[in-house]
């Protein structure tokens, strides 16, 4: 991946960036070839190579009809003024208000015609509106061909790599956290900043893929296969033990603190027994993390987990015991401490748990009867 990342760094030159110069190309060509004026064609063509098929294709029709308002107000002013820079004043704010109004969005293409209509003498005005109208044709159709027929992108496989490599760097940073909290041994800032970096942008790259992904299989989440559903669940997942690692930082942080303040007293017996019960609960999240992998990613056949109470009861007990032996404000701070390392492991083997559940009843399933699951939650 970091080898990627210096290539990217190295070249540049995505593949939509050669296809937009591709259907450059191809639109010059093409009205040149007729004699049309090719620079409007060429920005027509730059936009409609969009990040996905379908999103060009919706932009297609979209810039078709925001051309047309364009050439129509342009025609309406120049026939019942006359061409010029007062017209295109005039035009302006109409012609920005019927495209806000028709919901179209691009008001800077219908800008464009309009313009070049008054800038036309009088008996030049039924030539250009048609040479201006038959260049975006030949954009809008560059653009979508280039974008659907030259190495079209593949989101989804490119969805699933990031997802993986975000659980993967999320998890143990998770995990070395909760371990850092048992022995006492903050992570250096430089390194917690670093981590908390470099998974916000896996957050923020997984969900770029996940929204092309969606644009180019043209549908809505609730109509995606189950196992991409659960994809985009899997990320929120993700993104919550993101949020929660923060929280067992600050609690690591701040018991180093408050030991200092009281002089690091020793551990009790008891608190070691709930340390090692947290210890325990880190080590069932690998296990549960690595399965949900590979059930996910990998084909791989999944169990089903009970989710219950019995480990957290147990570790109750334990808090108990160590409760008798301490009280006070010492008690109150330390368990504070403990509660937040506990609650976030509960939630992330817990939600391990659920996604394992899901798919092991779904597995040899169809996906109508999960879907309705996945809507119910």
């Known amino acids: ?110 800008l464009v015609p309009m313009v070049i209509i008054l800038s036309s003498p009088r008996e030049a005005f039924l030539t250009e509106a048609f040479n201006r109208s038959i260049g975006i044709f030949i954009g809008l159709v560059s653009g979508v061909l280039v974008n659907g027929l030259i190495a079209p992108p593949h989101y989804r496989e490119k969805l699933i790599e990031v997802s993986k490599r ?109 340390l090692a019960m947290l210890a325990h609960g880190n080590k069932d999240f690998v296990r549960l993390n690595k399965r949900l992998q590979g059930s996910l990613f990998e084909g791989e056949s999944a169990e089903h987990y009970p989710v219950d109470e019995e480990f957290w009861q147990e570790m109750s007990t334990f808090v108990d015991q160590w409760h008798e032996r301490l009280t006070g404000s010492h008690y109150l701070h330390a368990f504070m401490f403990l509660a937040v390392v506990a609650n976030n492991l509960k939630f992330a083997n817990r939600t391990a748990k659920e996604f394992l559940n899901i798919i092991h009843e779904n597995q040899d399933f169809g996906c109508v009867a999960i879907q309705e699951k996945l809507k119910e939650n």
């Not at 051309?67 to 109409?94: R, Y």
């Not at 942008?201 to 997984?206: A, F, G, K, N, Q």
Request: with cysteine.
């Open 166 to 274: 975000l659980n993967e760097v999320m998890a143990e940073f998770f995990c070395s956290l909760a371990t850092r909290f048992n022995n006492i041994s903050p992570m250096p800032d430089e390194e917690y900043l670093s981590k908390r970096n470099e998974i916000k942008s896996l957050l923020t790259e997984c969900r770029v893929y996940l929204e092309l992904w969606k644009e180019q299989s043209g549908k809505e989440t609730k109509q995606l296969p189950w196992q991409d559903q659960l994809l985009e669940r899997y990320i929120d997942f993700n993104s919550n033990l993101y949020h929660k690692s923060k929280d067992i930082y600050e609690a690591t942080e701040e018991r180093i603190q408050w030991r200092k303040q009281h002089g690091n007293p020793s551990i009790s017996p008891e608190f070691e027994a709930i």
């Open 1 to 110: 991946m970091a080898g990627l990342r210096k290539f990217r760094l190295k070249m540049p030159f995505g593949a939509r960036m050669i296809k937009t110069a591709l259907a450059v190309m191809l639109t010059v060509y093409l009205a040149e070839a007729f004699n049309l004026n090719s620079v409007v064609a060429a920005i027509t063509a730059i936009i409609n190579v969009q990040p996905s098929l379908n999103r060009s294709l919706r932009n297609a029709w979209e810039q078709l009809a925001v051309h047309m308002v364009g050439v129509v107000v342009g025609l309406a002013v120049g026939f019942l003024w006359a061409p010029g820079p007062l017209e295109m004043g005039l035009a302006t704010p109409l012609v920005i208000w019927l495209v806000l109004r028709l919901g179209l969005g691009e008001v800077v293409m219908a």
